[in-house]
């Protein structure tokens, strides 16, 4: 009987860059907004700020504390993992001596190695640092003509800021947000809003795009309904008066779209007159310097 392969380093942070954007959806390297309310992830114990790959792993995985501790770690102060929480691989490099073959020269080669950390939230027993005292947050200024669109919605979903993520929970009609001042800009905060409302008219009770709506990462019908609920907010963008500004114009990026778009050339089409349909509901209660001018 085969036994089982041991993964690498490599394949074991690459599998989880993987997981997180399939249970996700999204690139974890692509967020307009910090990763937590402090900034940057940093290991509690040295205080010192993750740095590389460490950066989106841990960012990506959701919790609004900056601060890291390993299991022994987090005994050593008295405290307690949470019963049923999983940590998250952080890597480093250890360098190790070693002879060469032909000159018989002593070398030191790199060896990527991981140890496994847990978040504050999911501690007891530790009093870590409240974010709000660590580093106060940049200030955030609506943008009024963007956010009376919001607030005019019909039948408009929940809005929550409660977790670091931006998604649309079609089970609970509900859009959660990072909240607005980990955002790069408020530019970046209304284009996520609007993308993620977009994704919201799919729900039975508005334009049920029932389809879009069941779909899993990755298959035509998920893609098909990104690229409406992108098309959808750089409308509602316009309509507001604000750039659609992100990185997702990497060269990547756009790569992927293209090839998507020729194999199906009805897309760019129907998406469109799906993402014109969401905006028009929308808009439907919209301030006056909001609504669309007729052609």
């Known amino acids: 009987m085969a036994t089982k392969q041991k993964l690498s380093v490599y394949e074991l942070v690459t599998n989880r860059i993987l997981s997180i954007m399939e249970e996700n959806k ?34 990506a995985c959701g919790f609004a504390s900056p601060y890291w501790l390993t299991f022994k770690q987090t005994q050593a102060r008295g405290g307690n993992v949470m ?20 000159t018989g020269l ?3 080669i790199p060896m990527l190695r991981y140890y496994t950390v847990f978040n504050a939230e999911q501690i007891e027993g530790i009093d870590f640092p409240s974010t709000e005292e660590k580093e106060q947050t940049p200030d955030f200024t609506p943008i009024d003509t963007a956010q009376q669109i919001i ?16 998604s ?29 409302l977009v994704h919201s008219t799919g729900h039975e009770t508005r334009l049920n795009r029932v389809e879009g709506m069941n779909s899993e990462y990755g298959d035509h019908s998920y893609s098909k309904e990104e690229l409406t609920a992108e098309m959808g907010a750089a409308m509602l963008c316009a309509e507001a008066g604000i ?5 997702k114009n990497s060269a990547a990026y756009l790569k992927g779209w293209s090839r998507k778009l020729r194999n199906n050339p009805r897309w760019l089409v129907q ?19 909001a609504l669309p001018v007729a052609a």
């Open 26 to 59: 999204e690139l974890p390297w692509h967020k307009p907004w910090a990763g937590g309310s402090a900034g940057r992830p940093m290991s509690f114990h040295s205080q010192k700020a993750y740095r590389g790959v460490n950066v989106f792993l841990l960012t």
């Open 83 to 102: 019963k049923g929480q999983k940590g998250c691989p952080v890597v480093f490099f250890k360098w190790f001596k070693t002879r060469d073959r032909e």
């Open 106 to 108: 002593e070398k030191e």
């Open 151 to 166: 607030d005019a919605m019909p039948c408009r979903p929940e809005i929550t800021h409660m977790e670091a993520s931006a």
């Open 168 to 196: 649309y929970s079609s089970t609970w009609d509900r859009v959660n947000l990072p909240k607005p001042e980990l955002f790069e800009s408020e530019t970046e905060y209304y284009c996520t809003a609007f993308h993620e």
């Open 243 to 247: 750039l659609m500004h992100t990185e």
């Open 271 to 289: 998406a469109a007159s799906q993402a014109q349909k969401a905006v028009d509901l929308i808009l439907d209660n919209a301030a006056p310097q």
